[in-house]
């Protein structure tokens, strides 16, 4: 890991948990503008006339991207500050409203009707441009491009198969209560309902052994075709032992934006076939490195006397995952590197870029099941003190 990565995620480690703090009104009110006209009719048309509410939203944005990245982007800043974490949050929470179009909800067809809006295409270029390059500026590219793929591929797989537990991974494992536990479900559930739909949009074009091995880690991540089987249906089962809310999105207000960096990356890299080098990158450490990361997750299920239901899809990713990171090593990463030789570095990029965002967005998972079990330590004493 580089220097500049390093540091950064020290930045993000654990710490002790603190009710976090509301996302100031201008925010609120400029995300809740643009949720409204975004269902515009024609939203194009209606952008062009400068109504009040775009002019709300728009200044918002303008101001949240001065907060991450100072005029001409020189010494991009940290994200430690809570002006730049709110910066941060609402622009992912806008970002993730654009990029959810993109798939299927099984809802009112009318909210597809601005789904190629020219508007949304250049507001989210305009959030990812400056978002893409704090991220890359946490990365030493320069070193990377000068490695050997394949060596660094293996050296990388073979420590995130089996790495020392995070602090994170050991709260959760060691000492997380049944609220922490509901907060990593409610997060998590935002991905894990929908999950691997990303990876369908990369699936188009020439069959050859490499498509073929990434349609069928799509097809295991998707049952087979059997509900019953699919991985969703699996963290549905968890939601429903617990009596939480199983419809996607419920506990959208929860999910901090490190964990929304994480979902919007995955839809900039599958979306933009330049960057399925980095996408197949990002997606071989996700499988090589859930079996470890969910297993504090299923030791926190068992400590917590948890049933199987309520455990399952933990269960699931760390039998399978095993065998999908092995296909993705093997079958899909490194033959890809010896088909594309002069760009092959990009996927040791996106395997680097896909670790950061991680283990950034688990550190996050963390301190919100910290602050909801603190917060519900404070409403049991203050009951007590009522009583």
């Known amino acids: 890991m580089q220097s500049n990565q390093a540091e950064h995620i020290n930045r993000a480690r654990l710490s002790p948990a603190a009710l976090e703090e509301p996302l100031p009104a201008e925010y609120v009110e400029a995300e809740e503008s643009f949720a409204e006209f975004i269902k515009s009719k024609s939203l194009d048309d209606y952008v062009s006339n400068r109504p009040a509410p775009v002019r709300l939203f728009e200044s918002a944005v303008e101001k949240a991207l001065s907060s991450i990245s100072p005029p001409g982007n020189k ?26 179009l993109k798939l299927f909800w099984f809802d009112d067809l009318k909210n597809y009707d601005n789904e190629r809006s020219a508007y949304l295409r250049q507001m989210r270029e305009r959030i990812e441009r400056v978002w893409q390059a704090c991220e890359l500026s946490l990365l030493d590219v320069a070193t990377l491009m000068g490695e050997n793929v394949s060596a660094a591929l293996l050296r990388r797989a073979s420590y995130d198969v089996s790495p020392p537990p995070s ?3 050991l709260y959760f494992r060691d000492h997380v209560g049944h609220v922490g536990y509901r907060r990593l479900l409610a997060i998590a559930s935002l991905d894990g309902l929908v999950e691997a739909s990303q990876l369908s949009r990369t699936l188009g074009g020439v069959s050859n052994d490499i498509h073929s091995m990434l349609t069928r880690v799509l097809v295991e991540e998707y049952g087979g075709g ?41 839809f900039l890299l599958s979306e933009r076939k330049r960057f399925y080098l980095r996408y197949v990158g990002g997606l071989l450490y996700t499988e090589i490195s859930v079996p470890a990361a969910f297993d504090n997750y299923r030791a926190a299920a068992e400590r917590l006397a948890m049933s199987a239901a309520a455990r399952g899809y933990w269960e699931l990713h760390i039998r399978e995952d095993k065998r999908h990171g092995h296909w993705m090593l093997y079958d899909i990463a490194l033959p890809l590197a010896a088909r594309y030789p002069a760009d092959a570095w990009e996927i040791t990029l996106g395997y680097d870029q896909q670790k950061l965002i991680s283990e950034r967005s688990g550190a996050s998972v963390a301190r919100s099941a910290q602050a909801a079990e603190l917060e519900a330590t404070h409403q049991r004493s203050l009951r007590q003190s009522a009583a």
């Open 167 to 169: 602090t994170s991974g």
């Open 75 to 100: 010494g991009v800043k940290s994200h430690s500050s809570q002006a730049d974490a709110c910066a941060r949050l609402f622009l992912q929470r806008v970002l993730y409203r654009i990029n959810r």
């Open 226 to 266: 059997k509900l019953n089987r699919k991985h969703s249906t699996f963290f549905n089962a968890m939601l429903n032992e617990l009596d939480m809310r199983t419809e996607p999105e419920a506990y959208f207000d929860l999910v901090p934006w490190e964990v929304l960096a994480g979902i919007n990356h995955s």
